[in-house]
């Protein structure tokens, strides 16, 4: 069967490639993205965002992710004299187990005691146990402790979400700060290739991204770069032995075209049949 002619186009293809490849040769490739600035897993992010994964964020805009902003519940103010027993850092500790207990002393001040105390005697140690006001101090803490263990288990529930949202808010804050020194993408296809000295621990596939918070709600999405949010095949971290073939990067690139900008999960099977395209190709035991 007689070979197809070569077009000036293919020259050029070639010429261009054969640069690219001595370019990436002087550059150490950049293996992993360990030491990236931020770093965010769609897994670990709470069901209470709207994530592409679970088509629970609105089709009237392209987006990968919703983070609404939580509700942050201070916990039940204890009523004085309780107050003056209780440490106020343990009053903000829902982690523990049971409500904070009133101390054995405390020291509470000299004008609530005595409005006959020294000027120079500001405050004075009182003991629980022979302090007039003991009944009452435990009866306002039975009460107070129900309402404190009902504040414990919402704000337990929602520390995950509080601390997912502060990561986003934080990295939103950096992509404004930073502007062009700062690059967001996300990330599909997280390639691991142990087959050298230095393993690779990269994403295969790469959209630049934009964050945003919204001025009004609080509200944090993360979208697609209207510029530049065409998904692409990132080879860079490989050597020039382990990179695809011309054809085999035809045949992906061609699926990530007709996967668009990969918020749809409509268009999801293009996606994994450019991821799967590429690691057949790389290597016999590949998946």
Do not use: N
């Not at 004075?124 to 009866?139: E, G, K, M, N």
């Amino acid at each position: 069967m007689p070979a197809s002619a070569v077009t000036p186009d293919d020259v050029v293809r070639h010429v261009f490639r054969y640069l690219a490849e001595v370019g990436e040769s002087r550059t150490k490739p950049v293996r992993t993205h360990d030491d990236a600035r931020h770093q965010v897993w769609f897994a670990d992010l709470p069901a209470q965002f709207g994530s592409f994964l679970t088509d629970a964020v609105p089709r009237d805009m392209p987006l990968w992710l919703r983070a609404d902003r939580p509700v942050r519940h201070e916990p039940p103010a204890p009523p004085l004299p309780l107050a003056h027993w209780l440490d106020d850092r343990e009053i903000h500790d829902s982690a523990r187990g049971t409500p904070p207990e009133p101390r054995a002393e405390t020291d509470i001040p000299a004008d609530e005691i005595s409005a006959e105390g020294s000027a120079r005697i500001r405050h004075i140690t009182v003991s629980l146990a022979d302090s007039p006001q003991r009944d009452t101090v435990y009866a306002q803490y039975r009460a107070w402790s129900r309402e404190w263990e009902g504040w414990a288990r919402l704000d337990r529930a929602m520390k995950p979400v509080v601390r997912a949202y502060d990561r986003l808010y934080r990295l939103c804050v950096d992509a404004s700060e930073l502007g062009e020194t700062f690059e967001l993408v996300v990330g599909f296809g997280y390639l691991t290739w142990s087959a050298q000295s230095e393993p690779i621990r990269r994403h295969l596939v790469t959209c630049r991204a934009v964050i945003t918070i919204d001025p009004d709600t609080g509200a944090i999405t993360v979208g697609p770069d209207p510029e530049h949010g065409s998904p692409v095949l990132e080879e860079s971290m490989l050597d020039a032995g382990q990179k695809a073939r011309a054809d085999i990067r035809a045949l992906v690139r061609q699926e990530l075209e007709a996967a668009g900008d990969t918020t749809d999960p409509q268009l999801a099977d293009h996606l994994h049949r450019a991821l799967t395209t590429w690691i057949i190709a790389a290597h016999e035991a590949g998946r």
